[in-house]
């Protein structure tokens, strides 16, 4: 019996070696999430450029496995399934991310966290607390509203302002202390000033006598950011200057972490 060609099968090889089925799926996938969770596979289509009946195909088997769901409108969306391997890799990011975050409390003498934007709020994912008598905690797990923390602001500095215009209106802007940012413009603002140096602070914002300094994680695979917190009078001006390199130089270690494949198998 004559077996298909493997260019013209779903379970051919890409060009790097792996199942280019696999690849189209998750390819997928991603581009369902960008376009907010839910497609049609027209608009799949037309910005994988795979034709119609090859994403059918595909979908269908995902929508078998659980991890997409066929609407009543005929529209597809991300599945359920998903959720379980979701918060599993979270964790697993916040254990990756460990060895950074302690280089960071020995290099700053600060405590060291990573958080990422979930919805539209902040959730901390790891923290390393400074040897200090006196330092700052946050938990891990901890959710908060990104207007009134540094590295809320390193993360929607990364957005359009439309986009951040409407997750404010969509949560609020209550003040945490009478520091804080309450007026979209004036979060606007920050956020301009973050794109412009490249850092975000938080001074008082969400806690009196607490500065924090963040920076976003390049090319990360979910929107995170890595900090510093501390003492005002320990997280001065002077002390921003020597931190902020350091924090720079980490991201950039841990991005190339996170995006990293792992050794060859």
Request: overall charge negative.
């Amino acid at each position: 019996m004559p077996t298909s060609s493997a260019s013209t099968t779903d379970s051919a090889k890409s060009a790097s070696g792996g199942v280019q089925s696999l690849e189209r799926a998750f390819d997928l996938l991603e581009r369902m999430a960008d376009a907010g969770g839910e497609v049609g596979l027209s608009e799949l289509s037309a910005s994988s450029g795979l034709p119609l009946p090859t994403i059918h195909r595909l979908m269908r088997t995902l929508v078998v496995c659980g991890y997409v769901r066929q609407q009543p409108n005929r529209r597809y969306a991300l599945g359920p399934r998903l959720i379980r391997l979701g918060e599993s890799a979270a964790r697993l990011l916040g254990t990756w991310a460990r060895p950074y975050l302690a280089r960071l409390v020995e290099e700053t003498g600060e405590t060291a966290n990573m958080a990422l934007l979930d919805g539209d709020e902040i959730v901390y994912v790891a923290q390393v607390p400074s040897k200090h008598s006196m330092r700052m905690f946050t938990e891990v797990g901890r959710r908060v509203l990104p207007h009134c923390t540094g590295v809320g602001k390193a993360l929607l500095a990364g957005f359009p302002d439309d986009e951040v215009r409407a997750l404010l209106a969509r949560t609020g802007m209550p003040a945490a202390t009478d520091k804080t940012i309450i007026t979209p413009d004036g979060f606007l603002a920050a956020l301009a000033d973050v794109r412009q140096s490249g850092y975000a602070v938080d001074d008082n914002e969400q806690e009196i006598g607490v500065r924090c300094l963040a920076v976003p994680v390049p090319d990360s695979p979910t929107p995170a950011a890595i900090s510093i917190s501390g003492p005002a009078g320990r997280v001065t001006e002077s002390a921003t200057e020597k931190i902020v390199p350091v924090l720079r130089q980490v991201a950039v270690e841990l991005s190339q972490a996170l995006t990293s494949s792992g050794p060859a198998v």
